[in-house]
């Protein structure tokens, strides 16, 4: 069984205007945006599909072939320009579930398989989930370290720990972000 850690990491945001994370960071692509996107896609297309030399039949095969190939690749590349300058770099929704039999149970943990009544592990296939927490900082993504990610969930019979009469903690658990933003925990598919 993990311990939990005593010293949280120093973090450079209060964790209080976590409390506030329902406003809005980032923006949502407009309407204009959106189809600027598409028409860049199609552009793209198009300009592949419209290469020089592909419906020459005078050129040896492999000269239409590498010149089609050329062509596709630049067109490729203009549309990849056309498509980065058209989205943001990085658009954050914030989002919090408190979804059913939330416990706030302060098991900070990695692994959070194990009861914390007896130390069996649930049974289940093993299951890593990644969590990679950003800010937005003007146009990009930013890590966010100390960030607080709570993880719990039931087991293949629908049971929550905690709840209900149940005893022990299994399938819960949190961590604070690292420094690159990411918080990993061991658990199982049931």
Not at 26 to 31: A, D, E, N, T
Not at 112 to 136: F, H, K, M
């Amino acid at each position: 069984m993990t311990s939990p850690m005593t010293t949280p990491p120093e973090t450079d945001f209060d964790l209080d205007e976590l409390d506030d994370d329902d406003r809005p960071i980032g923006r949502i692509l407009s309407r204009r945006e959106v189809l600027a996107l598409i028409g860049a896609s199609g552009t793209a297309a198009f300009l592949a599909a419209c290469t020089p030399g592909a419906g020459s039949s005078s050129a040896p095969a492999a000269t239409s072939a590498a010149s089609s190939a050329s062509s596709s690749a630049a067109a490729t590349a203009i549309a990849s320009a056309a498509i980065a300058t058209a989205l943001p770099s990085c658009v954050v929704a914030p989002e919090l579930t408190e979804g059913p039999y939330y416990v706030d149970t302060k098991l900070e943990r990695a692994d959070i398989r194990p009861n914390t009544a007896d130390g069996v592990p649930s049974e289940g296939a093993p299951l890593t989930i990644e969590w990679i927490v950003s800010q937005a900082d003007g146009s990009a993504c930013m890590p966010m370290q100390g960030a607080i990610v709570d993880v719990w969930h039931c087991d293949a019979l629908g049971v929550y720990s905690d709840v209900q009469g149940n005893t022990g903690n299994f399938l819960r658990g949190f961590q604070r972000t690292d420094a690159n933003g990411k918080a990993t925990f061991q658990t199982i598919y049931p």
